[in-house]
């Protein structure tokens, strides 16, 4: 059962053959994305929009078991993408390492890839399954406007950046992406298996569990662009570095934004404002990652 796992997640032709392409990977054109996050925005303020003429201000409304559907079917998903980037990098390592063995160590080259890495292989179909998984998360924002009668724009702006941030790691084959696909495909199969286990009313758990994970997630990005960083002086270069820089600033936004957005629902909660809390704990456990 392993060898066929391995196989079917690391070894198979279409696996090892991967090769981004504009004209052979299902939405690999700037024009795609720029399209798709157009259309997301459009679609979550037309529905927030729709709501809040025809239903009354602050009331729910009830989408049955799909919000726990999706979270399953999100969890598995993110799962298999944590096992296939795991199998595919250890492969990778073992039949690269002659190439750059003498001057990366395997964790090294999982932070900073050789110049000149073309955007092919294990390593990068998963990073491809990965940046098509981003879409599917973009429901979590309708289901969040059904359940909280809100539209937050950390909400429409993580989600856009992320998708954005994942086509740059295959455009550019930028350095970093491994590490950071493992830590988030890890946070997202644990966050999503927990929603789907509070959505069935099974008992949650007595510390915020999906903050917790969110602030986890965030500090393991800092402390992996800061090796990046490092690595980039002190080892001749990481490939996609231009990338990564925005990548890097684009992540620090979204680190102030969340930081901005914890401290002001602590301020409440330590005001004892008990609506308010209970809106903002609502928000943070609905909030995208």
Known sequence: MIAALTYYLSQHPSIVAFRWSHTQSWGSTWSFLVTSIALYLITSSFIHLFLCLLVRRGRPVSLGPIPALHSLVMSVVSAVIFAGILLSAAAEINETRWFWRRYKTPFQWLLCFPLGTRPSGRVFFWSYVFYLSRFLHMFRTIFSIFKTRKLTFFHLFNNSILTIMS?????????????????????????????????????????????????LLLGCNVVCHIGVLMLHFMKGGCNGIGAWVLNSVLNGVILLLFLNFYVQSRRKKGHGNDKQTSVLGEIVNDKDL
């Not at 009313?201 to 602030?215: D, I, K, T």
Request: proline share 2%.
């Open 167 to 215: 086509f740059l790691w295959l455009e550019f084959s930028q350095s970093f992406q491994v590490l950071a696909i493992l830590f988030t495909t890890l946070v997202y199969a644990a966050v999503y298996g927990y929603r789907f286990w509070t959505a069935i009313g099974l008992r949650s758990a007595c510390f915020p569990f999906v903050l917790s994970c969110q602030m």
